[in-house]
């Protein structure tokens, strides 16, 4: 299809083909597999094991996905021993050999698991175009499946159908909740992980061809010295038979991105080791006042020495000291601070020359003083409250505990920075940066279900900016990623009864995901089922809202474009408005959204005919309704603008010439 368009200055194109497609069941979203999972498993393979044996994870999921049945292979182990890895080179086999029509491999998706209910999976829900091979990774979410035997069972079903139309899937699971022993089918799909590829030729095939790197590989020689004490290469150490192969990688992108020298090489390696070895002498050799002044440095990084020395003895729950004795006796402060592992520049000190040293600190404390937990986040609300030396790295302060949060797989970290929203704080700067935490964490692999758990419950909580912080989540990528879950905590934001800023976020955080490509059908089909079906407050508010032109007429124009050729689209328009305009708590807002379409229609931004039409059956239908009444008859002591004068006469209803109750000299100007 070749399509020539000129003379478009000041004029907006809508390319309908794919938006206005607006029926049909709505599917999980995918995305491709990334270019660097390709290259891994086309280029740096490796299906041995530290001794010489053979990985035969992927191998034996090819195997099952190629013989008779259902096109499934489920790929079950404990973690670290490479099980998406090994399934997404399962699929790329696959889809070399099965190659599409036109003689192509199969296109590779990730499915993403934005399951309405996480622990009642749809999967009716799961993609299922011919000809493609899909990743599925539920390690994370499976052993919180209510009815794991009955999902099981459904995604067999599912694989039957996939099987038919030349589509493959292979399922991530954990190590014990896939139900193979309820039956034989269950258990046939079923490949386990036993034995991790070898981790330095993990790490030697990164560095080739994931870095292009090739000349490091000598950092990770094993074979033994002339002294016979240790391997030639410097790094080879920090790799076991036991490392999995993301350590292996880890370790591969730690060198890759090191200076090619000694000094690199060494900061590399204590990155990778996480600064272990540093970490452990520093709390071996000091007493609590400098660990405490550790900890301070750590969230405060780049503060006044002094200002460090006052925070830990906050932490530690003294006063400021002031004897003088006291004072004038030990070490100089600048030499405490280096002792701990400081850089002091003049009269300030930092731990950033040395990358992940902070967060290093932070996790041996977290693991090795349990006890502190509690009152080093109540500390920490205290020097992060405005005016206190730690609001000012707030930014810093929550990218180090949701590290802490997705490393140690501790929800309680996050729900620790939940409190710090309505710490007196109400700038937009600050709730948009803990809506950025929450979007970091709700999408690690491992700590992402409980924190998306929480996401729902906090939609539904009365504080108004924590509404409002879940409704900034909902504008981020994790709509992308995950817009049904997004779509069901915007609706209990919606349904608020005040409309408030939580209300006014989550509006635009809807208005924003219908005008993303590809999502507007998802989010037009669940606000017209909110809107019509049960009637909420918050179906009314999204489809009155969504359909709002004044910041961006495109999701109007858009449907109006659909509405114009798929009548029962135009019919759910009516449908909706009907709905809405039966519900007195959106009364403004129906009056508001017909001004708007009114001025929409005079600019040439949606078709006048069409508009009228839908309107004028809107109006027919509800002529006495207050919001209705106060478009066609005016109200007294308001003036409405040309657009809406104009969109009256058009209308021609007879009514009119009789029954108004306004003058004219009170409604038109």
């Known amino acids: 299809m070749q399509v020539d368009v000129r003379s478009v200055e000041r004029s907006q194109i809508i390319i309908a083909g794919g938006d206005v497609n607006l029926t049909g069941k709505q599917r999980l979203p995918v995305v491709d597999v990334s270019e660097v999972d390709l290259t891994v498993v086309r280029l740096a393979w490796v299906d041995t094991t530290h001794s010489g044996g053979a990985v035969m994870t992927a191998s034996d999921a090819v195997s099952r996905l190629t013989s008779d049945g259902p096109a499934l292979a489920v790929i079950a182990g404990p973690v670290g021993y490479g099980k998406r890895t090994a399934g997404i080179r399962a699929l790329w086999e696959v889809s070399q050999a099965e190659r599409s029509g036109d003689g192509s491999p199969l296109p590779l998706k990730v499915v993403r698991p934005d399951w309405d209910r996480p622990e009642a999976p749809d999967v009716d829900s799961l993609p299922d175009q011919p000809g493609s091979a899909y990743l599925l990774d539920v390690a994370a979410e499976i052993s919180g499946w209510e009815k794991p035997d009955e999902v099981a069972e459904s995604l067999v079903t599912h694989a039957e159908k996939l099987r038919r139309m030349g589509s493959y899937l292979v399922v991530i699971a954990d190590e014990h909740s896939w139900p193979e022993v309820e039956s034989g089918t269950l258990g046939r799909v079923v490949i386990r992980a036993k034995s991790r590829p070898a981790p330095h030729r993990v790490a030697e095939k990164h560095l080739e061809y994931v870095y292009r790197k090739p000349e490091r590989i000598r950092w990770l020689n094993t074979a033994t010295n002339a002294t016979g004490t240790d391997m030639v290469g410097r790094a080879a150490h920090l790799l076991s038979d036991a490392s999995s192969p993301a350590d292996a990688a880890r370790l591969a992108d730690e060198l890759a991105r090191a200076e090619n020298s000694d000094e690199g090489?060494?900061?590399?390696?204590?990155?990778?080791?996480?600064?272990?070895?540093?970490?452990?002498?520093?709390?071996?050799?000091?007493?609590p006042a400098d660990r405490a002044l550790l900890v301070?440095?750590?969230?405060?990084?780049?503060?006044?020495?002094?200002?460090l020395q006052n925070a830990s003895r906050s932490l530690l729950g003294k006063p400021p000291q002031d004897d003088v004795e006291i004072i004038l006796s030990g070490p100089?402060?600048?030499?405490?601070?280096?002792?701990?592992?400081?850089k002091v520049n003049g009269r300030h000190a930092t731990l950033d020359h040395k990358p992940g040293y902070a967060q290093a600190v932070l996790n041996h404390l977290w693991?090795?003083?349990?006890?502190?937990?509690?009152?080093?986040l109540k500390w920490l609300d205290t020097i992060t409250a405005p005016g206190e030396p730690g609001a000012s790295c707030l930014s810093a302060t929550s990218d180090l505990l949701v590290e802490l949060a997705i490393t140690e797989n501790d929800v309680k970290v996050i729900d620790q920075i939940r409190t710090w929203i309505d710490n007196g704080n109400t700038t937009a700067e600050h709730l948009q940066l803990i809506a950025g935490v929450f979007t970091r964490a709700a999408e690690a692999d491992a700590l992402g279900p409980k924190v998306r758990a929480r996401l729902l419950d906090w939609a539904r909580a009365e504080s108004e900016s924590v509404a409002t912080v879940v409704a900034l989540v909902c504008q981020s990528e994790f709509a992308d990623h995950y817009p049904r879950q997004s779509l069901v905590r915007l609706r209990h934001i919606l349904d608020r009864p005040e409309p408030g800023a939580a209300v006014g976020t989550a509006e635009k955080a809807l208005r924003t995901m219908a005008a993303r490509p590809g999502h507007l059908p998802r989010v037009w089909g669940t606000v017209i089922k909110w809107a019509t079906e049960r009637g909420h407050l918050a179906g009314h508010r999204a489809f009155l809202s969504l359909l709002d032109p004044q910041d961006d007429a495109y999701v109007l124009q858009v449907m109006m474009e659909a509405a114009g050729h798929t009548p029962e689209v135009r019919t759910a328009l009516l449908r909706g408005w009907n709905a809405a305009l039966a519900d007195t708590r959106v009364a403004t807002q129906c009056r508001d959204l017909m001004i708007a379409w009114a001025r929409?229609?005079?600019?040439?931004?949606?078709?006048?005919?069409?508009?009228?039409?839908?309107?004028?059956?809107?109006?027919?239908?509800?002529?006495?309704?207050?919001?209705?009444?106060?478009?066609?008859?005016?109200?007294?002591?308001?003036?409405y603008d040309e657009p809406v004068i104009a969109l009256r006469k058009d209308l021609q209803l007879p009514v009119l010439a009789h029954t108004s109750p306004a003058s004219p000299e009170a409604t038109e100007s």
């Open 600 to 639: 929409a229609r005079a600019e040439g931004l949606v078709p006048h005919d069409l508009i009228t039409n839908l309107l004028r059956q809107v109006v027919t239908e509800h002529l006495y309704t207050s919001p209705v009444a106060a478009l066609v008859f005016g109200e007294p002591g308001v003036q």
């Open 265 to 287: 090489l060494k900061t590399a390696v204590a990155a990778f080791q996480q600064w272990r070895t540093q970490v452990v002498n520093v709390f071996k050799e000091t007493g």
């Open 367 to 376: 693991q090795q003083r349990p006890d502190i937990h509690r009152p080093l």
């Open 332 to 342: 100089d402060l600048a030499t405490r601070l280096r002792g701990i592992g400081a």
């Open 296 to 307: 301070a440095a750590l969230f405060l990084s780049g503060s006044e020495a002094t200002t």
